[in-house]
Nanobody, 122 residues
Framework: QVQLVESGGGLVQAGGSLRLSCAAS????????MGWYRQAPGKQRELVAR???????NYADSVKGRFTISRDGAKYTVYLQMNYLKPEDTAVYYC????????????????WGQGTQVTVSS
């Protein structure tokens, strides 16, 4: 009933920038926390940044000052602006959201997007 679709990944040189987007669709009533996670080869998935429905944000220490998370409530979309990218930022980036939807009854579940590859060359 609910889908999260990411876009904006790609290949960039170190020091460059990328902007990721994640749009939620379906029978959505409201969205709570939204966030971005990443998983590099051979490593566990880790939090990059999260944003609450009221706009409160938190970031992984490794991206503070370089990445900015934002959201557009009307479009059910969350963004991740990534500046001063480093090779160690290379990973698959996943969108995550707590979504309240209606499918015969009201339910709230946590959803993941399919992931988008970000590759930073040195």
């Amino acid at each position: 009933q609910v889908q999260l679709v990411e876009s904006g990944g790609g290949l960039v040189q170190a020091g460059g920038s990328l902007r990721l987007s994640c749009a939620a669709s379906g029978s959505i009533i409201s969205i709570g926390d939204m966030g971005w996670y990443r998983q590099a080869p051979g490593k566990q998935r880790e939090l990059v940044a999260r944003i609450g429905s009221g706009g409160r944000t938190n970031y992984a220490d490794s991206v503070k000052g370089r990445f900015t998370i934002s959201r557009d409530g009307a479009k059910y979309t969350v963004y991740l602006q990534m500046n001063y990218l480093k090779p160690e930022d290379t990973a698959v980036y996943y969108c995550n959201a707590d979504v309240t939807y209606y499918s015969g009854r009201y339910s709230t579940d946590n959803y993941w997007g399919q992931g988008t590859q970000v590759t930073v060359s040195s």
